[in-house]
T-cell receptor, first 114, second 111 residues
Framework: EAGVVQSPRYKIIEKKQPVAFWCNPI?????LYWYLQNLGQGPELLIR????????DSQLPKDRFSAERLKGVDSTLKIQPAELGDSAVYLC????????????FGPGTRLTVL | KQEVTQIPAALSVPEGENLVLNCSFT??????LQWFRQDPGKGLTSLLL?????REQTSGRLNASLDKSSGRSTLYIAASQPGDSATYLC??????????FGAGTRLFVKA
């Protein structure tokens, strides 16, 4: 069974440029999460989806970040415009329906903003 | 507000040693607790999930325990190997479907 797929794995951009990350969850997993992980820290939730509905986006900086999960399967996270402080690893995870179930993570996208 | 702490931040042990990693949380009203492993430059790999009604879970050389009343979980690794070198993170599932992570313990097992 394929795990959580993310692309790209690495991205280097200039500040003020836009960037997008893509995630395909494990088949059958209704819940999808986007996390941000800074060096030496644990992941912090940006947004959680139940199917196509964003049920928790309280930590998403909505002035520059947006996300979508059309059709309730794969998802895209966008930053526009990127700032230097956005340099981090962006992780996608998925779990079976309901949000107390075991989470499975993708390899992450390492973003560097110059 | 739930806070999760992992001590120590880093640990170095010789190969073959049994070791314990600690995870503490401030609010005992949790649902599940999950332990992960993260290799450098990689995503998180799930190791064990302990449901709130359970006291422990075992997988191979790993044993995780949960004491909700004291706000603690431990991950026991038996007969450590160099391949166990990684960062180990715990995550607490709390009310409102929140997942709170600790900062992790970086483990180095010397051959």
């Amino acid at each position: 069974e394929a795990g959580v797929v993310q692309s790209p794995r690495y991205k280097i951009i200039e500040k003020k440029q836009p960037v997008a990350f893509w995630c395909n969850p494990i088949s059958g997993h209704n819940t999808l999460y986007w996390y941000l992980q800074n060096l030496g820290q644990g992941p912090e939730l940006l947004i959680r989806y139940e199917n196509e509905e964003a049920v928790d986006d309280s930590q998403l900086p909505k002035d520059r970040f947006s996300a979508e999960r059309l059709k309730g399967v794969d998802s895209t996270l966008k930053i526009q415009p990127a700032e230097l402080g956005d340099s981090a690893v962006y992780l996608c995870a998925s779990s079976m329906g309901g949000s107390y179930n075991e989470q499975f993570f993708g390899p992450g996208t390492r973003l560097t903003v110059l | 507000k739930q806070e999760v702490t992992q001590i120590p931040a880093a640990l170095s042990v010789p190969e073959g040693e049994n070791l314990v990693l600690n995870c503490s949380f401030t609010d005992s009203a949790i649902y599940n607790l999950q332990w992960f492993r993260q290799d450098p430059g990689k995503g998180l790999t799930s190791l064990l999930l302990i449901q709130s009604s359970q006291r422990e879970q075992t997988s191979g050389r790993l044993n995780a325990s949960l004491d909700k009343s004291s706000g603690r979980s431990t991950l026991y690794i038996a007969a450590s190997q160099p391949g166990d070198s990684a960062t180990y993170l715990c995550a607490v599932y709390t009310g409102g479907f929140k997942t709170i992570f600790g900062a992790g313990t970086r483990l180095f097992v010397k051959a």
